[in-house]
């Protein structure tokens, strides 16, 4: 073979590696915006349970939910030592936020706000409550969901929502709407059982 032969047939072998390796790759989980209410008061409690806040006897109201899953990279691969910093509204649909202006009760003894970390095969686990709807304005509301930014290094960090299935609201709300059938199932969590069991996984895309 000539010389100019073997670099084009070698150069196309490279791309359909890179066609090949790239078919097989996951979507990542798809992004959404961080919204107004990422918390910014400092607080000392933030492990993987949400319904109890450190010191105080109380139990968040509402309905308590665990949430599994795990932290996988585009080839399906698990991610451990990943930061998952979380923050959600309390059962009423308040933020514990001081920009949450709305008239919507502060729950005392919800934690509102948790950072936590995968572990091994890129397992995580935390406890919470299933968010209230809130008011965006005088005509639409937010369909429950739970924030996420997701980080480690040599990974894209990724600012996500994760929301619950088969929410009656989910169809009426402005940013899930948006998104394709492909993408509200990765954002969405699935129900395990009848047990207030969630499985949640993410993947994230490497740098
Ligand atoms: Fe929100």
Redesign the pocket.
Known sequence: MKRRTLIKNSVLGTVATIIATNSHAQMSTPREVE?P?YPITPQKDQDADLTQVKGKTGRARGQIIEVTGQVFDQNMNPVEDVTIDLWQ?NSYGKYHHPHDNSEAPIDENFQAWAIIQSGVKGRFKFKTVIPGAYPLNSSQQ?TP?I?FKISKLGYDSLLTQMYFPDHPLNKKDGLFKRKSKEEQVMMTAKKLGDNNQYRYDIIIEKV
Request: zero cysteines.
């Open positions: 919204g209410f509204a937010r969901h924030h």
